[in-house]
T-cell receptor, first 113, second 116 residues
Framework: GENVEQHPSTLSVQEGDSAVIKCTYSDSASNYFPWYKQELGKGPQLIIDIRSNVGEKKDQRIAVTLNKTAKHFSLHITETQPEDSAVYFCAANPSNTGNQFYFGTGTSLTVIP | NAGVTQTPKFRVLKTGQSMTLLCAQDMNHEYMYWYRQDPGMGLRLIHYSVGEGTTAKGEVPDGYNVSRLKKQNFLLGLESAAPSQTSVYFC???????????????FGEGSRLTVL
């Protein structure tokens, strides 16, 4: 099955700086890559996603890049704010598994005011 | 609009006891899922369902059973709880990935289960 690795496991940045979280995947059949944000005591929420036919997608301060050849994708958060502090998960969906998603192990981001 | 609701939110069991977690969604989603979340291991799929009356195994199905008798409900059962099943359980629902609204998983707030 698919194997998704995520780094780093923890990340601290100063408010206003950028944060980058990286994921790699193993199954070349994966073609959909969402990112979820989980705040303390809550379920994960989708913040951005990318499909394999594009290399980059932006939504205000958040962007995701995808390199299919290298099988890695990254989340970029610019101008970080304290409310960005949360655990972030990447995931991959192999096209031959229907709606099965394989998640990374998570990155705990702390934005220091 | 409640979204995805899980009950109970907390439960403590003794080894060997049984219990059922209930998930209900009001978004008319075809797909429903049960995940477990453990420190350092992310979210792992236990079982999922692509429609009423259907279920399928995920990555870590052993020790769990599920049922989807109604489209809006997905039940997760533990027949004989073990300490290794201590975890936070999340239910999620979605439209099929290939549809215009498909792909995004909508999660409940989680159910924390402790097995002593």
């Amino acid at each position: 099955g698919e194997n998704v690795e995520q780094h780093p496991s923890t990340l601290s940045v100063q408010e206003g700086d950028s944060a980058v979280i990286k994921c790699t995947y193993s199954d070349s059949a994966s073609n959909y890559f969402p990112w979820y944000k989980q705040e303390l005591g809550k379920g994960p929420q989708l913040i951005i996603d990318i499909r394999s036919n594009v290399g980059e997608k932006k939504d205000q301060r958040i962007a995701v890049t995808l390199n299919k050849t290298a099988k890695h994708f990254s989340l970029h958060i610019t101008e970080t704010q304290p409310e960005d502090s949360a655990v972030y998960f990447c995931a991959a969906n192999p096209s031959n598994t229907g709606n099965q998603f394989y998640f990374g192990t998570g990155t705990s981001l702390t934005v220091i005011p | 609009n409640a979204g995805v609701t899980q009950t109970p939110k907390f439960r403590v069991l003794k080894t060997g006891q049984s219990m059922t977690l209930l998930c209900a969604q009001d978004m008319n989603h075809e797909y429903m899922y049960w995940y477990r979340q453990d420190p350092g291991m992310g979210l792992r799929l236990i079982h999922y369902s692509v429609g009423e009356g259907t279920t399928a195994k995920g990555e870590v199905p052993d020790g769990y059973n599920v049922s989807r008798l109604k489209k809006q409900n997905f039940l997760l059962g533990l027949e004989s709880a073990a300490p290794s099943q201590t975890s936070v359980y999340f239910c999620a629902s979605s439209f099929p990935l290939g549809t215009s609204r498909g792909g995004e998983l909508f999660f409940g707030e989680g159910s924390r289960l402790t097995v002593l």
